[in-house]
Nanobody, 131 residues
């Protein structure tokens, strides 16, 4: 089981930048994939980006964030980051960090049902993009 705590959300103007952090701990961290999801009011939860902890392999970016968001990991700090640039009002959402065993997530779409069933989740951090 992996424990996760998100931070870094806030209010930012359109075009601005924000970096979210996901502090992770637990005995199975090294064999996990960690991903960021987001959920906006009235919308389904959406997988945003995912990284394999063991080898830093980038597993997934949603089309809506490619070229604007970057997922990265600091192994020493046991923290996964989501750097967000060129933010748009439609990026407004609760951003959640989650971890699954690495075998669950290969390169490609993040299946919400699998992550929900097999994953550990943080409480989320709110990002609001507004002028």
């Amino acid at each position: 089981q992996v424990q996760l705590v998100e931070s870094g959300g806030g209010l930012v103007q359109p075009g601005g930048s924000l970096t979210l952090s996901c502090a992770a701990s637990g005995p199975t961290l090294d064999s996990s994939a960690i991903g960021w999801f987001r959920q906006a009011p009235g919308k389904d939860r959406e997988g945003v980006a995912c990284i394999n902890v063991a080898d830093d392999m980038l597993l997934y970016y949603a089309d809506s964030v490619k070229g604007r968001f970057t997922i990265s990991k600091d192994y020493a700090k046991k923290t996964v980051y989501l750097q967000m640039t060129a933010l748009k009002p439609e990026d407004t959402a609760l951003y959640l960090c989650a971890a699954v065993p690495a075998w669950v997530q290969s390169i490609g779409d993040m299946d919400d049902n699998r992550w929900n069933t097999l994953g550990s989740w943080g409480q989320g951090t709110q990002v609001t993009v507004s002028s």
